[in-house]
């Protein structure tokens, strides 16, 4: 949950080298006391699907959240509950600037639709950054966020066909942090389009 109330949840399975992705969610909200809500939420999954609906959870600054998710596909409803909790110190700690020599140099990455396909990404010590993937290049900008946490702001253009998001621009945020009791680095970038429509997630460990 981001200082302007955006918002992304990222979910997969969690194992010793890293986390392997199965989708993320994303939204826009709005912050009470104790309180966070979103009428706004997408669901993109690895099986292409994107869903929409709500969120609504309470928390405790700097310690836990937990809340509800509804969903809808269009003919049915699902509601899902959620818990959180801040990571060890030692892997990722939000109050503290991201650093572009963490992340910088060459990454064997996967995204979200790739069907297990590595990406050859290349991210350079200002910032660009540019990759391929079965006849997909893109490239882009991965800045540390001007609010100082530990997160990016990310913008990918894509190239042409065969593409998913031919010619287009997608933004969202990148997060880097070193997997618990280990010297391995997780890659996160999740993005979305102008239109919500389509939205894609690059994670990789090195």
Same mark, same amino acid.
């Given at each position: 949950?981001?200082?302007? #109330?955006?918002?992304?949840?990222?979910?997969?399975? +969690?194992?010793?080298?890293?986390?392997?992705?199965?989708?993320?969610?994303?939204?826009?909200?709005?912050?009470?006391?104790?309180?966070?809500?979103?009428?706004?939420?997408?669901?993109?999954?690895?099986?292409?699907?994107?869903?929409?609906?709500?969120?609504?959870?309470?928390?405790?600054?700097?310690?836990?959240?937990?809340?509800?998710?509804?969903?809808?596909?269009?003919?049915?409803? /699902?509601? +899902?509950?959620?818990?959180?909790?801040?990571?060890?110190?030692?892997?990722?700690?939000?109050?503290?600037?991201?650093?572009?020599?963490? /992340?910088?140099?060459?990454?064997?990455?996967?995204?979200?639709?790739?069907?297990?396909?590595?990406?050859?990404?290349?991210?350079?010590?200002?910032?660009?950054?540019?990759?391929?993937?079965?006849?997909?290049?893109?490239?882009?900008?991965?800045?540390?966020?001007?609010? #100082?946490?530990?997160?990016?702001?990310?913008?990918?253009?894509?190239?042409?066909?065969?593409?998913?998001?031919?010619?287009?621009?997608?933004?969202?945020?990148?997060?880097?942090?070193? /997997?618990?009791?280990?010297?391995?680095?997780?890659?996160?970038?999740?993005?979305?389009?102008?239109?919500?429509?389509?939205?894609?997630?690059?994670?990789?460990?090195?």
């Amino acid at each position: 949950m981001l200082d302007d #109330g955006t918002y992304y949840a990222i979910y997969g399975t +969690n194992g010793a080298s890293g986390l392997t992705v199965n989708g993320f969610v994303q939204g826009q909200g709005s912050w009470g006391a104790t309180t966070f809500t979103s009428s706004n939420l997408r669901d993109f999954t690895a099986a292409g699907a994107t869903l929409s609906g709500t969120l609504s959870a309470t928390y405790t600054p700097g310690v836990s959240v937990s809340g509800t998710v509804t969903e809808s596909n269009g003919s049915s409803t /699902v509601s +899902n509950t959620f818990t959180g909790t801040v990571p060890q110190a030692s892997s990722y700690v939000y109050n503290s600037a991201a650093d572009i020599n963490a /992340v910088s140099g060459n990454w064997t990455a996967y995204t979200l639709q790739g069907a297990g396909a590595p990406v050859a990404l290349t991210i350079n010590p200002n910032g660009t950054f540019s990759g391929a993937q079965q006849g997909c290049s893109f490239s882009g900008t991965l800045t540390p966020r001007a609010s #100082g946490k530990n997160n990016f702001d990310v913008t990918v253009n894509f190239g042409a066909n065969p593409c998913v998001l031919a010619n287009g621009t997608a933004s969202g945020i990148g997060l880097s942090y070193l /997997v618990a009791n280990s010297t391995t680095r997780q890659l996160l970038v999740a993005v979305v389009d102008p239109t919500r429509q389509f939205g894609t997630l690059l994670f990789g460990q090195r």
